[in-house]
């Protein structure tokens, strides 16, 4: 017995033309009565009871004895056409059979499958599994379906004649298209769209310019489908939106990153070159070149002269200590040499003068004129540089006024305290003789 739940199979319009043509042939097979005999013995008590003649069941053993309708290609959509004519009988004359008392006939081709193939029979040849109860809707689909296609074959075919007469029925079928096009998508999307396939030839067939329908018709869309599509479409839109959305988030993110990566960087190079450039001023500090302490440089004033600094005449340029060697008396006072000259051992200036070593005895050990800020060292050769030949020669003896005076202005205090041995008035202090420079 067939499930009760199963759907029912409906036919598409490729292959309607053929199985109905297959169908009709069941009313030239000759008549098998001794067959037909056993097998309603079996079934004469419930045929009985629904008042059910003979001749439905001989139709009925006359198609499944129909061999055309088994053969591979069109056996599940012959079958599906009996099951449908047979419910569409039954509704019209034998109003008795109701649901409960239409398995009947699935008993009756189940033993006519038995009596001609054998029990061990794998094959149905007796259509065992699509003989049920079509119910009201079922039915009711099937027979809108198969009329519709039955109208457009009538449409097409009379086309050839002078009037087609077809195309007065065309706004009948177009309204119940529309009419039943919700029922069809929302129940079975399937069924839809084998009744849509038609809908496409007759509109197909409207715009061809030999038709000689002039109605003009209107098929529309069932209404779920413009709802799944307006639905779709704002899914889509919502989709895009989105998308455009996470786009511009994932843009504003990746700017947002490659700002911090470049203030990042930026901050990175900022502190690299603070690093470098305090190197460098570290560096540049450490060779810096050292000059000679200004201090060390003290005028001498002189009674009617302006003060003198000492090597103010023979040069007013520093000394640069990376390319000299320092020397420093008993009183820390540097004198600086160039790497060219000669150099004593002890680091006396007047030594590496090379004077007579009288000269400097006497040069070394007189008192420093008391002029504050010079020390004693330094007074001996401002006396040696300012008053002596030796001073002119380094001086290179640049006009009288730096040469050595002719006299001393002011009264003569006496000799040198500590050289009572020489005598005093030797030492020529009147006016003095030019050329003895």
Avoid at 17 to 33: F, I, M, P, Q, T
Avoid at 141 to 156: A, C, E, G, V
Avoid at 258 to 281: F, G, V
Avoid at 378 to 385: C, S, Y
Wanted: with cysteine; hydrophobic share 25%; glycine share 6%.
């Amino acid at each position: 017995m067939p499930s009760a739940d199963a759907k029912p199979r409906y036919i598409p319009y490729n292959a309607y033309n053929r199985v109905v043509s297959v169908y009709k042939e069941h009313a030239n097979l000759y008549d098998e009565s001794e067959e037909f005999e056993k097998i309603i013995k079996n079934i004469s008590t419930e045929q009985k009871k629904l008042e059910l003649p003979n001749k439905i069941f001989k139709t009925l053993h006359e198609i499944l004895r129909n061999s055309k309708g088994f053969e591979w290609d069109i056996n599940d959509n012959y079958c599906s056409y009996v099951n449908y004519r047979l419910n569409d009988d039954v509704r019209k004359n034998y109003q008795l059979v109701d649901e409960s008392k239409f398995e009947i006939f699935n008993k009756f081709s189940s033993i006519f499958h038995d009596e001609r193939y054998g029990v061990r029979s794998r094959k149905d040849y007796a259509c065992k599994k699509y003989i049920k109860y079509l119910n009201n809707d079922e039915h009711r689909r099937m027979t809108i379906l198969y009329n519709f296609y039955t109208f457009y074959d009538k449409l097409r075919s009379s086309n050839n004649l002078k009037s087609n007469p077809e195309c007065i029925n065309l706004p009948y079928n177009n309204k119940l298209y529309n009419e039943v096009i919700d029922d069809f998508y929302n129940h079975d999307p399937e069924l839809y769209n084998k009744i849509k396939d038609v809908k496409v030839l007759i509109e197909e067939f409207l715009l061809k310019t030999k038709s000689k329908c002039t109605e003009s018709v209107h098929f529309r869309i069932p209404q779920k489908i413009l709802d799944d599509q307006k639905k779709k479409q704002q899914e889509e839109e919502n989709r895009l939106r989105q998308e455009e959305e996470n786009r511009r988030r994932q843009e504003e993110e990746n700017r947002r990153r490659q700002e911090e990566e470049n203030r990042r960087r930026q901050e990175e190079d900022n502190i690299r070159r603070q690093e470098q450039l305090q190197k460098e001023l570290e560096f540049q500090r450490r060779r810096q070149p050292m000059h000679t302490n200004t201090d060390a440089r003290r005028g001498i004033f002189q009674q009617g002269e302006e003060p003198f600094l000492v090597g103010q005449e023979n040069s007013r340029e520093e000394v640069d200590l990376g390319a000299q060697q320092p020397y420093e008396d008993q009183l820390n006072t540097r004198v600086f040499k160039s790497k060219n000259e000669d150099t004593n051992t002890d680091g006396s200036l007047l030594k590496s003068l090379r004077l007579p070593s009288a000269i400097t005895e006497v040069l070394g050990s007189v008192d420093p004129v008391p002029v504050v800020g010079v020390s004693g060292g330094m007074g001996a050769l401002f006396l040696l540089f300012r008053y002596t030949p030796v001073g002119t020669f380094f001086r290179g003896g640049r006009g009288r006024a730096h040469r050595i005076p002719r006299s001393f202005n002011g009264q003569f205090l006496g000799g040198f305290p500590g050289y009572d041995d020489y005598e005093v008035g030797h030492i020529g202090y009147g006016p003095m003789n030019p050329l003895a420079e």
